[in-house]
């Protein structure tokens, strides 16, 4: 088993940026893909970015350009820097990990929500 543990999620003005942390813990040895994905309400959730271990980054068009994806493996942890936010991101996020044995887990997703 993985447990996750998202943090830094809030309120922030459109154009304004936020930083969100995922904590790993467990079985953190099985991690192979570290991710972030989104549901925004009455949506369905949506890929935002996948690393690797070795730090292959891919992302979704949705927030390509204003985001970036970063591990450090020996903290277990992944984050997520957003910039220039706009009102359609206001979503909750969620942590992804995706292990070497095909096992997928989740956190339980920190909100994000751009208003003025």
């Known amino acids: 088993q993985v447990q996750l543990v998202e943090s830094g999620g809030g309120l922030v003005q459109p154009g304004g940026s936020l930083r969100l942390s995922c904590a790993a813990s467990g079985r953190v040895g099985t991690i192979n893909i570290m991710g972030w994905y989104r549901q925004a309400p009455g949506k369905q959730r949506e890929l935002v970015a996948t690393i690797t271990k070795t730090g292959s980054a891919n992302y979704a068009d949705s927030m390509k350009g204003r985001c970036a994806i970063s591990r450090d493996n020996a903290k277990n942890t992944v984050y997520l820097q957003m910039n220039n936010l706009k009102p359609e991101d206001t979503a909750v996020f969620y942590c992804?990990?995706?292990?070497?044995?095909?096992?997928?887990?989740w956190g339980q997703g920190t909100q994000v929500t751009v208003s003025s």
């Open positions: 992804n990990v995706l292990t070497w044995g095909t096992n997928v887990y």
